[in-house]
């Protein structure tokens, strides 16, 4: 509202205010001089005030007293701030305590009620500003209202229309309930329509008698909904019609389809041919005689045509359930050869068998199956599928027999599998400590293993050479070996243990050697090669003297490794540094050695 209408135009009556109190919390501020927050806000207000005809009037001008009043932090725990309910009376901080007080009071003595030239306003008084409030309205000064009287006739027209729209129904539904639902003529339906529209007119008119422009709008929408009733009802009894021409037709076709439902499938092709053929003129009869009379010739030539269609689709249905019947038996057959087959070569004691045995088993196999399948689809033998599911046959036969094969290689896998774990326990016993005491020659000890290993292959392939076409047969072979390598390898590792212990003496004292002078050796290589020397020097004394070489390297290589202070050693010489170094001494080793 513009600053000019309020000053002159607006009666300010309407908008007598009761006092306003702006409430600020958690709030404080000092101000110069004294000023109180009513002073501070009323200053604020008439600072920011703009004096124009576009600018909306302020609080101080609507309202006729405008106070502020502050109140301080409730409380000064993040517990009590997150959520002041929890906080009781004597958790508030005593300003804001004082200053809420403050506030109760000072809203109990502003209380007033609305008042006019400075005294309380009466009902004549309030009635005159509301009457104020309809003449701004009427003359466009507020926002457009409702005329009561345009809602009332609206409510009128809609109210006629539909009463009338109902009357149509009921009547005319009326007028049809004599016809027992059956579909009447189509001229009939239209004067019937035509009868009651009138009859709805007159009602319509009878009601808004004296509402001349409301007659009118409410005539062209009872106008519009009548024929869209009619229209509907139009198209239901041209479907009803439709329905009382299909029914003689769809009754035919179920007695129809019931006949060819009756007929014994599976057939022979030829003879369902034959019986079909009969079905479909003693349908065309049956329709002739119960709708010949009731429908012109055209129709009942349309209705023959499609009854005609709709049974060739019949026939063509038992057709096919013929053939589907057929191939049933084609496939029972087949599945009954297929299970005469397993029968022949099922292996009731679980144990592999040969591959000759096998190949007799699966011959003998085939023959009986072939002679189960020609049995049993002789009825389907002149059929174009027949030739298919032979082949079929052939084919799940020939699965059948990878079945075999496969089941006997899992059998062979099976005994391949204990015998090699029966020949592992029988090697690893042969070759432990009771039967090869060791430390002993290393020669010696690798002959004896060899030997027993010999033993133990050879009876294998004793046992499974049969069943050597299968992979099974070489993959046990090869996992029979690698154990008893592994096997061979450990007592080997044992020896050398055997063989250290022997010189468990001269290798102490050749640790205590390592330990005086390993500080003069800067690298990784050679801390190593001093380590290896010293400890070679103490086994050339003694009974180890007369050993391989190669055992006492061995030796002396598990000695290094197995021992945790030596390897402290050479692991304190690691680094960038040292590997550098150390690979040309190695070098320098070998043109020393050349």
Not at 26 to 47: N, P
Not at 411 to 422: I, Q, T, W
Request: negative net charge; aromatic residues 6%; proline residues 3%.
């Amino acid at each position: 509202m513009s600053k000019a209408k309020w000053m002159d135009d607006f009666n300010h009556d309407l908008l007598s205010f009761p006092p306003l109190i702006w409430v600020v919390q958690d709030f404080v501020q000092q101000t110069d001089d004294g000023e109180t927050s009513q002073e501070w806000l009323h200053r604020l207000m008439t600072t920011h005030t703009r004096d124009n005809d576009d600018y909306d009037i302020s609080l101080l001008s609507i309202f006729k007293h405008v106070d502020c009043h502050t109140l301080f932090l409730p409380a000064t725990t993040k517990h009590l701030l997150s959520d002041l309910s929890r906080a009781k009376e004597e958790d508030l901080t005593l300003d804001y305590r004082r200053e809420r007080d403050s506030l109760i009071q000072k809203l109990r003595v502003g209380l007033v009620p609305k008042e006019k030239n400075e005294r309380p306003i009466t009902g004549p008084e309030l009635a005159g500003l509301l009457q104020i409030l309809v003449d701004a309205a009427n003359d466009g000064s507020l926002s457009q209202i409702p005329s009561r009287w345009a809602v009332f006739s609206q409510q009128l027209e809609d109210t006629a229309t539909e009463d009338c729209l109902a009357f149509y129904e009921a009547e005319l539904n009326a007028q049809l309930q004599r016809y027992a639902g059956e579909p009447v003529n189509a001229e009939l339906l239209q004067g019937l329509h035509e009868a009651v529209k009138e009859k709805a007119e007159k009602l319509l008119e009878h009601l808004l008698l004296g509402l001349k422009d409301t007659m009118v709008t409410a005539a062209e929408a009872l106008s519009r909904e009548i024929f869209t009733k009619y229209h509907f009802l139009h198209e239901m009894n041209e479907k009803r019609i439709k329905l009382k021409l299909t029914e003689s037709q769809h009754r035919v076709e179920l007695e129809t389809e019931e006949t060819l439902g009756s007929l014994p499938l599976a057939m022979r092709s030829s003879e369902l041919q034959v019986l079909l053929s009969r079905v479909v003129e003693d349908a065309v009869v049956k329709l002739t005689s119960v709708v010949g009379q009731l429908i012109a010739d055209d129709m009942l030539q349309t209705q023959i045509k499609l009854l005609q269609s709709s049974v060739r689709k019949l026939r063509d249905s038992i057709t096919l359930k013929n053939s589907k019947a057929l191939e049933e038996v084609m496939s029972a057959a087949a599945s009954n050869a297929v299970e005469k087959f397993k029968q022949g070569t099922y292996n009731k004691e679980h144990q592999p068998r040969s591959q000759s045995m096998i190949e007799r088993l699966i011959s003998n196999g085939r023959a009986d199956a072939v002679k189960v399948y020609v049995e049993e689809s002789e009825l389907a033998e002149e059929e174009a599928s027949y030739e298919a599911y032979t082949a079929l046959l052939m084919h799940r036969i020939e699965e059948e027999e990878k079945l075999v094969h496969k089941q006997n290689e899992e059998l062979v896998k099976r005994v391949a599998k204990s015998k090699v774990e029966d020949l592992l326990e029988r090697f690893r016993a042969k070759t432990d400590s009771s039967h090869l005491p060791l430390p002993r020659n290393d020669s010696d000890l690798v002959s004896r293993m060899s030997e027993e290993a010999e033993k133990c292959e050879q009876s294998y392939v004793e046992m499974l050479g049969d069943f050597s076409i299968y992979q099974t047969y070489t993959d046990h072979l090869k996992q029979l070996k690698t154990g008893m390598l592994a096997t061979c390898q450990r007592r080997k590792q044992e020896n050398v243990e055997a063989y250290t212990h022997e010189v468990e003496v001269p290798l102490k004292m050749a640790k205590q050697v390592i330990y005086i002078s390993a500080g003069k050796y800067s690298t990784e290589f050679s801390v190593y090669q001093f380590m290896r020397d010293v400890c070679l020097i103490n086994l050339n004394e003694g009974k180890p003297e007369q050993w391989p070489a190669s055992l006492k390297h061995d030796i002396i290589k598990h000695f290094i490794q197995s021992d945790d202070e030596l390897q402290k050693i050479i692991q304190s010489r690691q680094g960038l540094w040292s590997t550098v170094v150390g690979f040309f001494q190695w070098l320098v080793s070998l043109f020393r050695r050349a």
